[in-house]
């Protein structure tokens, strides 16, 4: 026979409010108690549904997810963190794909939450971004959590996940400079993601603190994707003076650099360095394996879910709630890039 929270509470010999309230992560519960109630739902293998505690409470147990992004393997990333999470506190995820550009996206996302009955919802970018979208649910007094692109957590603030991309561009700069690099390209992504941003400042910040200029010519505009990369590379290769190296604003656009320079048949890393940005699979199929910045998206989405569950609890003091938890992306070296070869860049030009 399917376990109910009356088992549970008669395991534990408590009421069942007792146990309704270790289930929601209510504060004011002992340490004791809690461990009670937790070794019984552990014992009977009690799985609350949340769909049925919708509708028996006037509580909602679903949080949503809404996301814009052509990143397949983010997006799965993202769902693995807050799926887990939502498991750990029994609560259901509605994921919704939508258009960020949508003239009626504010009124998608009102309809959203209204019907669906949300607790909560995680915001990434581009909406996280969106002053618009986080004024209209402050607005329904719906909790939300912003996973945004920076380093300082902003005064009186208390719903933001930061990834500190600028640090994690500049490494990735510095380690191409270490190698002797000093004509290095950046390819960009788009430039409404705030990240496009701070990866670009991190890059031209490791330049300047070398002494060294920033080439106009080797920033070059571009998308989240593999065809940007496609592309770029190949603007890059038809300068009279090529780099020696370029940083991709992700590994998506770092691997149709890739496949771009192979095309033209040049070698990497020993004619060109490559390095992208996430440590996404696409970093690991490529040939050579990509230099990257790690960034660890399945936990980034579950601190995420971790802070709107302390919002969304009965009675919560959100003025008290200060955890901000700041990501910053971790370099990985690999073997697309190696140390500059003196004879072989010296006076590099664009092959006919």
Same mark, same amino acid.
């Given at each position: 026979?399917?376990?109910?929270?009356?088992? =549970?509470? +008669?395991?534990?010999?408590?009421?069942?409010?007792?146990?309704?309230?270790?289930?929601?992560?209510?504060? /004011?519960?002992?340490?004791?108690?809690?461990?009670?109630?937790?070794?019984?739902?552990?014992?009977?293998? %009690?799985?609350?549904?949340?769909?049925?505690?919708?509708?028996?409470?006037?509580?909602? %147990?679903?949080?949503?997810?809404?996301?814009?992004?052509?990143?397949? %393997?983010?997006?799965?990333?993202?769902?693995?963190?807050?799926?887990?999470?939502?498991?750990?506190?029994?609560?259901?995820?509605?994921?919704?794909?939508?258009?960020?550009? /949508?003239? !009626?996206?504010?009124?998608?996302?009102?309809?959203? =939450?209204?019907?669906?009955?949300?607790?909560?919802?995680?915001?990434?970018?581009? &909406?996280?971004?969106?002053?618009?979208?986080?004024?209209?649910?402050?607005?329904?007094?719906?909790?939300? =959590?912003?996973?945004?692109?920076? #380093?300082?957590? #902003?005064?009186?603030?208390?719903?933001? =996940?930061?990834?500190?991309? &600028?640090?994690?561009?500049?490494?990735?700069?510095?380690?191409?400079?270490?190698?002797?690099?000093?004509?290095?390209? &950046?390819?960009?992504?788009?430039?409404?993601?705030?990240? /496009?941003?701070?990866?670009?400042?991190?890059?031209?910040?490791?330049?300047?603190?070398?002494?060294?200029?920033?080439?106009?010519? %080797?920033?070059?505009?571009?998308?989240?994707?593999?065809? @940007?990369?496609?592309?770029?590379?190949?603007?890059?290769?038809?300068?009279?003076?090529?780099? @020696?190296?370029?940083?991709?604003?992700?590994?998506?656009?770092?691997?149709?650099?890739?496949?771009?320079?192979?095309?033209?048949?040049?070698?990497?890393?020993?004619?060109?360095?490559?390095?992208?940005?996430?440590?996404?699979?696409? @970093?690991? *199929?490529?040939?050579?394996?990509?230099?990257?910045?790690? *960034?660890?998206?399945?936990?980034?989405?579950?601190?995420?879910?971790?802070?709107?569950?302390?919002?969304?609890?009965?009675?919560?003091?959100?003025?008290?709630? *200060?955890?901000?938890?700041?990501?910053?992306?971790?370099?990985?070296?690999?073997?697309?890039?190696?140390?500059?070869? !003196?004879?072989?860049?010296?006076?590099?030009?664009? +092959?006919?």
């Amino acid at each position: 026979m399917k376990v109910t929270i009356n088992d =549970v509470a +008669k395991q534990a010999g408590v009421s069942i409010k007792t146990v309704s309230r270790v289930m929601n992560n209510e504060p /004011s519960v002992r340490k004791d108690t809690f461990d009670k109630v937790m070794a019984a739902i552990n014992e009977l293998h %009690y799985q609350p549904n949340a769909a049925a505690r919708n509708l028996a409470s006037t509580r909602s %147990y679903s949080i949503g997810y809404i996301y814009d992004n052509p990143n397949a %393997y983010y997006i799965i990333d993202m769902q693995k963190g807050l799926l887990d999470s939502c498991k750990k506190h029994g609560y259901e995820l509605l994921i919704h794909p939508t258009n960020a550009k /949508s003239p !009626g996206i504010v009124d998608e996302v009102k309809e959203l =939450v209204t019907k669906s009955r949300l607790a909560g919802l995680i915001l990434t970018p581009p &909406f996280s971004e969106m002053p618009h979208i986080a004024e209209a649910l402050e607005d329904m007094k719906v909790d939300f =959590v912003r996973i945004v692109s920076g #380093s300082t957590p #902003s005064p009186g603030v208390h719903n933001c =996940v930061l990834i500190d991309d &600028f640090t994690a561009a500049f490494k990735i700069t510095n380690h191409l400079l270490e190698l002797g690099h000093t004509d290095i390209a &950046f390819l960009c992504g788009d430039e409404e993601h705030s990240s /496009s941003g701070e990866r670009l400042a991190g890059f031209k910040a490791a330049l300047t603190k070398r002494g060294l200029t920033v080439n106009p010519k %080797y920033i070059v505009p571009g998308h989240y994707s593999f065809e @940007s990369g496609v592309e770029g590379a190949k603007k890059l290769m038809a300068l009279p003076k090529r780099p @020696s190296a370029v940083f991709a604003c992700n590994d998506e656009i770092a691997a149709g650099a890739l496949f771009s320079a192979r095309l033209m048949n040049i070698r990497i890393p020993d004619e060109l360095s490559i390095a992208g940005f996430e440590n996404s699979p696409f @970093s690991r *199929q490529t040939w050579p394996p990509l230099t990257t910045a790690h *960034q660890p998206n399945s936990t980034i989405a579950s601190q995420a879910a971790e802070l709107l569950f302390k919002h969304t609890r009965p009675n919560a003091n959100k003025a008290q709630i *200060q955890a901000q938890p700041v990501f910053i992306p971790e370099l990985l070296v690999r073997e697309s890039t190696s140390p500059l070869d !003196g004879e072989k860049s010296s006076n590099q030009s664009a +092959k006919p």
